[in-house]
């Protein structure tokens, strides 16, 4: 099993930043693709970004250019910094990993962002 854990979630203006970190409790191939997803009130579960281990990325449409994806396999981190944050991006926001693609072996907790107008 592996655990993953969120932090850096939160309350911002529309046009500010954020950077939210997901640290796995171990290391291994279950952290082969690593990602965020993220579900908004009333709305399904999204694809947010994804990375392979080899730093291969993935983003949804509605993210790309304004979100980066990154990780760091020595510390078992997977990072996303959110720039230009619009009200839309307000979600509760999921860590995932996986051994295979599309890498949702395991989930965070969860974490909060809230994108005021």
């Known amino acids: 099993q592996v655990q993953l854990v969120e932090s850096g979630g939160g309350l911002v203006q529309a046009g500010g930043s954020l950077r939210l970190s997901c640290a796995a409790s171990r290391s291994g191939f279950s952290l082969n693709v690593m990602g965020w997803y993220r579900q908004a009130p009333g709305k399904q579960r999204e694809l947010v970004a994804r990375i392979g281990s080899g730093g291969s990325t993935l983003y949804a449409d509605s993210v790309k250019g304004r979100f980066t994806i990154s990780r760091d396999n020595a510390k078992n981190t997977v990072n996303l910094q959110m720039n230009s944050l619009k009200p839309e991006d307000t979600a509760v926001y999921f860590c995932?990993?996986?051994?295979?693609?599309?890498?949702?072996?395991?989930w965070g907790q969860g974490t909060q962002v809230t994108v005021s107008s």
């Open positions: 995932s990993a996986g051994r295979r693609y599309p890498g949702n072996d395991y």
